[in-house]
C-alpha cells in the first residue's frame, strides 16, 4: 500500500525552502466490511449509527531532538493535533508547533491547546480569533492582509501572481 498523501509534494517544497528535514504524519482509516460491500470504496451505509474510529498516527521520520512543525489548511477542533503532538514529543521532537491559514479554533479548543504539549499554534488574521487568544496564550496570530490585498490588486490588473512567491527569502 501506497503512504503517498496528495499534501505531501506541499511539505516537501515547504523542507527545500527552509533547508530542513522532513517528517511525516498520517492516520490511514481502516476500511470496514460495509466500505466494501460494492467493490468500491464507499461511505458506510449507516454513518450516523456507527462509531467513528480514529485511525492510528503514523510518523515517518526522524522527529529526535527537533523542533516540530505541524501544518494544515485548517485548524478546528483540535484533538488530533493535540495527539499529534503528544506522538511527536513520545518520538522525542522537543518543541511543537502548529501553523494553519484558517483558526476556526471552536468549543473547547483553547483549553485543549493549553493543557496540551503545543509549544504555540499560529493561525492568520483570515478569521476572527480574539476571545480564543484570551483563553490559550499559546494562539499567535500573523497578518496576512499585505499579501492579499497585493494578491487582489495583481488579479484586478492582470498580473502575474507568481511574484508573490518567488520572491519571498528565507530571512523573510
Same mark, same amino acid.
Given at each position: 500500500?501506497?503512504?503517498w498523501h496528495p499534501c505531501w509534494p506541499k511539505a516537501q517544497s515547504y523542507a527545500e525552502r527552509l533547508r530542513l528535514g522532513l517528517a511525516v504524519i498520517h492516520g490511514k482509516a481502516q476500511c470496514t466490511e460495509l466500505d466494501m460491500d460494492d467493490g468500491c470504496h464507499s461511505p458506510a451505509m449507516l454513518p450516523l449509527m456507527m462509531a467513528k474510529e480514529k485511525p492510528p498516527?503514523?510518523?515517518v521520520g526522524d522527529v529526535g531532538?527537533?523542533?516540530a512543525i505541524i501544518v494544515d489548511d485548517i485548524i478546528d477542533d483540535v484533538e488530533s493535533f493535540v495527539a499529534a503532538a503528544e506522538i511527536l514529543k513520545e518520538r522525542g521532537a522537543y518543541k511543537i508547533y502548529v501553523m494553519a491559514t484558517q483558526g476556526i479554533? &471552536?468549543?473547547d479548543a483553547p483549553r485543549l491547546i +493549553?493543557?496540551?504539549s503545543?509549544? +504555540?499554534v499560529v493561525v492568520t488574521n483570515t478569521v476572527p480569533h480574539e476571545v480564543q487568544?484570551?483563553?490559550c496564550p499559546k494562539i499567535k496570530t500573523v497578518d496576512i492582509s499585505l499579501i492579499l &490585498?497585493?494578491?487582489i490588486r495583481r488579479i484586478h490588473n492582470g498580473e502575474s501572481m507568481a511574484y508573490l512567491f518567488r520572491n519571498i527569502t528565507v530571512d523573510d
Open positions: 500500500a501506497s503512504c498516527i503514523t510518523v531532538g527537533r523542533i479554533l &471552536s468549543a +493549553e493543557e496540551s503545543i509549544e +504555540e487568544k484570551l483563553q &490585498s497585493e494578491a
